[in-house]
């Protein structure tokens, strides 16, 4: 009679498992109609204030966030039960593997695609959230007191989940957090600094307003708050104290701002442990409510309003000199205006989804589109009688970012994991690739010593140079650093106390001192 191996027998019930939960995955589906229909009965006999319209797109909302999670959940055991199999089977002969070193492998690239997937239609939600009740961005008041706001990490929680379980590692790099600005009510999705003085940090956030900051003291300067949706992007004119900012609201304003400096305070050592026991994800929400600048004087009124696009506007910048701005948006067009007329000069088509992002070059009329179509195009002004169109191909799934470096080199982040580097001169393929471990947001390049900031859906902030060598990345613990995605950084080489900053889902910018000196002596 045949004897069945141990490896075998552990393959079949490792099997028998995975048949079991798919069942159970049925019959969740099946009675999801009667649940959703109870559901709807509780909130008509309980007493509120809310419209039961409202009410219900709540619920419907909530309901999605929790089968998204169920399923992320259940995947999560089974990839766990998987893990387990194969410790058994290699116990058996004599060996152990670790979770470390699956992550090299096909488990790590199935639950990383899952939370980013996740995460993706979380920003996409919140980029477009308007004026509209606030159950359209999957944000609402809970208990009547706390600000709730989800995204694939808060949903995590602080459990060592199989995606950022796998590995840890510190820089050896001279990188030092300085400051913190907070007062934002919602996410930070894009921040800038001004190319002129007075030199002062600007912040884009989902809570509907721009924020200008004091970057020596971290206090709020200035509040815009003429849009009626999500700020996306915020950028500065090149000589004159005016500000470019996109909004979910589908419009693009300009406007004028005016700010006193105040007297530079000495830097609190903010790295010092306050609650050693606590973890941030518990007591961000806190912190966050309580430290509003309620005090931070408001502008109102934009001194130009771009109106032509027919969706989200994602992005906007200046040209070279400040008298035209381009603008990106979800209608797949980006559109190029006269600042002194606000007339559109050109539309830009030819992407096959939705713009994610814009970028001007510095010192040439050259523009780069990012779109969800896997591809970014470079639109070359420079003829006024013509513009010519390159696209460049070469990533797997979204392109968050693409930005000129100040030589001829254009760099692009994406929602594969990936940084390529490209030449303008050759755009067959990318000179370098950088390879990550998670989606990569709006990036960065240094002017002086071209070193490029990725900030990633992970919370992390790492540092490459042009080649693709890892530099550093930027400390985060219980204590300091992004607690949510980190979705922008800006360079700021020269300022002496904060020469990057960083901003991100936790509704906070970081100012970073980076020792770039020591950075590239241990390169």
């Known amino acids: 009679m045949p004897v069945e191996s141990g490896s075998s027998a552990a393959a079949r019930q490792a099997k028998q498992k995975r048949k079991s939960h798919s069942l159970s995955i049925r019959r969740t589906n099946s009675t999801e109609q009667e649940r959703s229909g109870l559901q709807r009965e509780m909130l008509e006999g309980q007493d509120s204030k809310l419209p039961l319209s409202l009410r219900s797109n709540l619920l419907d909302l909530f309901g999605q966030i929790e089968r998204e999670f169920e399923n992320l959940y259940i995947e999560n055991m089974e990839l766990r039960r998987e893990i387990e199999t194969l410790n058994d089977r290699l116990a058996a002969e004599g060996q152990t593997i670790d979770g470390g070193d699956l992550a090299k492998g096909a488990l790590k690239t199935k639950a990383s695609h899952s939370t980013s997937q996740l995460s993706q239609k979380l920003k996409t939600t919140y980029k477009a959230s308007t004026s509209k009740p606030r159950s359209n961005s999957c944000h609402a008041r809970v208990g009547g007191s706390r600000n709730f706001s989800v995204t694939s990490w808060e949903l995590w929680g602080g459990d060592s989940w199989i995606v950022s379980s796998f590995k840890a590692t510190t820089s050896r790099a001279v990188c030092q957090l300085v400051r913190e600005y907070v007062g934002h009510r919602d996410g930070i999705w894009d921040l800038s600094v001004t190319r002129s003085q007075p030199v002062v940090l600007g912040t884009a956030s989902a809570d509907h307003t721009a924020m200008l900051w004091s970057i020596e003291t971290g206090k709020c300067l200035l509040k815009y708050m003429g849009h009626q949706g999500s700020v996306n992007s915020i950028k500065f004119h090149p000589t004159e104290q005016m500000a470019l900012t996109a909004s979910g609201d589908q419009t693009a304003h300009i406007w004028r701002y005016m700010v006193q400096l105040p007297t530079p305070q000495p830097v609190a050592d903010i790295s010092a442990p306050c609650e050693d026991d606590v973890d941030f994800s518990d007591k961000d929400e806190a912190d966050c409510d309580a430290e509003g600048p309620n005090d931070c004087p408001s502008v109102r009124t934009a001194a130009t309003t771009l109106r032509s696009h027919q969706g989200v506007v994602i992005a906007a910048d200046w040209l070279v000199g400040g008298k035209q701005v381009v603008t990106a948006s979800w209608d797949r067009a980006a559109n190029l205006y006269d600042v002194e007329t606000s007339e559109l000069v050109h539309s830009l088509t030819g992407h096959d989804q939705e713009l994610t992002h814009c970028c001007t070059h510095p010192t040439q009329r050259l523009v780069v589109t990012s779109s969800r179509d896997t591809t970014f195009r470079l639109w070359d002004f420079r003829d006024p009688s013509i513009h010519s169109v390159n696209v460049f191909q070469g990533h797997t799934d979204t392109v968050t970012s693409a930005v000129f470096t100040v030589g001829d080199n254009v760099v692009s982040g994406s929602d594969d994991r990936t940084v390529k580097v490209w030449d303008l001169k050759n755009m067959r393929s990318p000179i370098a690739t950088i390879r990550t471990d998670s989606a990569v947001n709006r990036i960065s390049v240094s002017v002086n010593q071209r070193i490029i900031a990725l900030p990633h859906d992970n919370r992390q902030v790492r540092l490459f140079d042009m080649s693709g060598v890892r530099l550093a990345r930027l400390p985060r613990s219980n204590r300091q650093g992004h607690r949510r995605m980190v979705c922008c950084s ?34």
């Open 490 to 523: 800006a360079w700021c080489e020269d300022n002496n106390s904060c020469n990057l900053f960083s901003c991100g889902f936790d509704r906070q910018a970081i100012g970073w001192n980076i020792n770039i000196a020591a950075l590239l002596q241990e390169k």
